[in-house]
């Protein structure tokens, strides 16, 4: 089977979703969403469709690489000489657009299933590319993930609904991570078949032995970006309110930007308790983290399933988590975790209290969680779904 991957190469959902499939011999592809970006250093077992004057990083070992315009060119490597091809390809007016970039490609490798993973980007440029290959031939299945706030936030803004339509629209197989988003889609008019896989990233090894207790942890995480979707400089508000619990813990503020680091020194100057800003933290970085942490803090106005949740519940940190995202379909409010409004810190303050005050309320919950990611997210059981519904697309469309 050949399935070629419409997606951002430097995520770690792109690597962890197609890692899964890495081992069943089927010829893989990818090709990138968005130019100008490094292939993740984690990804194996893909050939790699980017012209290449547009790739200035190094190749990924373990992959294969193929540049879809001028390949007789492609021995050249430096930097600078990369530069000037694309800018006299751009003077001379031989610069391809992706999306015909896309068309070709599919046209040339014949995929039996073309795989976009994320909407706004990956999802609009094979809506294009499909356009540009009709009544040519016949396109291939075309599965879909919808990825966090596609639908929820984009799907509400008039810019994108029509654009949102017209890619469900050429969907066969639509992959989302919750029912809310299964809701949305058709509210949008999708009508074709939906799969739900929890996690955009697949499932999640399950450790060995029991992690220390939660009540007995004395680091604190906080999710920290601010942004149009983001607001960490909420959830640093709502813990600045609780410094007179906060003698005896170590603050870490993880994924940040320059407005949340700015907030977490004048946090310092108010309290005097340091944080701990984190860059760069991998996958199981984080895991180790979560390991270690009594609370992880992640409020945003809109969100899909949040992996930051989702790695809190599987090693016993207690998820403080906005109730704009689909965490209400894994946390009991007050039993599993804190389902709070995002830009309320008097309500997110109440929850992160009651959450290092009370030592019973966060063992249980450790234990609870622990059996829910254990029982719906192991790895080898969201591995072998994956595979069947590829198999499965493939023999359904194949007339």
Not at 40 to 67: I, K, Q
Not at 160 to 172: D, K, S, Y
Not at 178 to 201: C, M
Request: neutral net charge; hydrophobic residues 40%; contains cysteine.
């Amino acid at each position: 089977m050949r399935i070629l991957f419409v997606a951002m190469p430097f995520s770690i959902h792109t690597v962890r979703w197609i890692s899964q499939i890495n081992d069943t011999g089927w010829d893989l592809h990818l090709f990138p969403s968005m130019k100008f970006q490094p292939l993740h250093a984690e990804m194996r077992g893909v050939v790699y469709h980017e012209n290449f004057y547009d790739n200035l990083y190094g190749p990924v070992p373990g992959n294969t690489y193929s540049s879809s315009h001028m390949p007789y060119l492609s021995f050249i490597k430096g930097r600078l000489p990369k530069k000037v091809i694309r800018k006299l390809a751009h003077i001379t007016g031989i610069e391809t657009d992706p999306a015909d970039e896309l068309a070709e490609l599919i046209k040339k490798i014949r995929p039996d299933i073309i795989h976009s993973l994320e909407t706004q980007h990956a999802g609009y440029l094979v809506t294009q590319a499909k356009k540009k290959t009709a009544g040519k031939f016949p396109f291939p299945v075309w599965i879909h993930s919808n990825w966090g706030i596609d639908l929820h936030f984009f799907g509400r803004l008039q810019k994108h609904i029509p654009l949102i339509r017209e890619t469900l629209a050429g969907v066969n197989i639509l992959l989302v991570e919750g029912k809310r988003d299964e809701t949305l889609a058709r509210e949008l008019g999708y009508q074709s078949k939906v799969r739900i896989f929890p996690s955009v990233g697949g499932g999640f090894h399950i450790p060995d032995g029991e992690p220390a207790k939660t009540s007995s942890r004395k680091k604190i995480l906080v999710k920290g970006t601010q942004d149009i979707i983001r607001r960490g400089v909420v959830a640093l508000r709502a813990l600045e309110r609780c410094a007179d619990l906060l003698d005896e813990y170590e603050i870490i503020l993880y994924s940040s930007n320059e407005i949340t680091r700015a907030v977490a020194e004048l946090f310092t100057g108010h309290t005097g308790k340091q944080i701990t800003i984190l860059e760069g933290v991998d996958h199981a970085g984080m895991l180790q983290l979560n390991a270690e942490a009594r609370i992880n803090i992640c409020v945003n106005i809109s969100d899909g399933l949040p992996n930051a949740m989702l790695e809190a519940m599987l090693m016993g940190a207690f998820p403080i988590q906005s109730d704009t995202s689909l965490a209400n379909e894994w946390i009991r409010s007050g039993e599993t975790g804190m389902l709070v409004p995002p830009e309320d810190p008097d309500v997110i303050e109440r929850a992160i209290r009651e959450a290092l005050l009370n030592d019973e309320l966060v063992d249980r919950a450790a234990v609870a969680n622990r059996i829910q990611i254990s029982e719906q997210l192991e790895y080898e059981h969201i591995k072998t779904s994956v595979t069947d519904m590829y198999r499965n697309a493939a023999k359904a469309f194949s007339s």
